[in-house]
């Protein structure tokens, strides 16, 4: 599955941002969506999954609260809505797909997934 994501940009302290991942190439209600998140000079970070079916949502320490991931299995998109920005957020955004099923906790983890977009840029000024 081929995987693009769009929807970063400059925006300020406070503001909203959706972020897009869209889908080709596979039959995407099979695929478990992830999104994570990378800083300069910082690791990868866990940023949100969504399991196929919809049912379970996970998200990481830093933007739970503040973040919803949210798929359309029939336009094959996966979005992240990111609220109550923080300069801090500031990081390079991944999506992220696998067909493989695992016990939740690994979704956390980068190596799980085995497909990736190619990343937008989402900057938040203060």
């Known amino acids: 599955v081929q995987l693009q994501a769009s929807g970063g940009g400059l925006v300020q302290a406070g503001d909203s941002l959706r972020l897009s991942c869209a889908a080709s190439?596979?039959?995407?209600?099979?695929?478990?969506m992830g999104w994570f998140r990378q800083a300069p000079g910082k690791e990868r970070e866990f940023v949100a999954v969504?399991?196929?079916?919809?049912?379970?949502?996970y998200y990481g320490d830093s933007v739970k609260g503040r973040v919803t991931i949210s798929r359309d299995n029939a336009k094959s998109t996966v979005d992240l809505l990111m609220t109550s920005l923080k300069p801090e957020d500031t990081a390079v955004y991944y999506c992220?797909?696998?067909?493989?099923?695992?016990?939740?906790?690994?979704?956390?983890?980068?190596?799980?997934?085995?497909?990736w977009g190619q990343g937008t840029q989402v900057t938040v000024s203060s």
């Open positions: 190439g596979g039959i995407f209600s099979n695929y478990i």
């Open positions: 992220a797909a696998t067909d493989k099923f695992y016990s939740d906790s690994y979704y956390y983890r980068s190596r799980t997934y085995d497909y």
């Open positions: 969504l399991t196929w079916n919809g049912r379970n949502t």
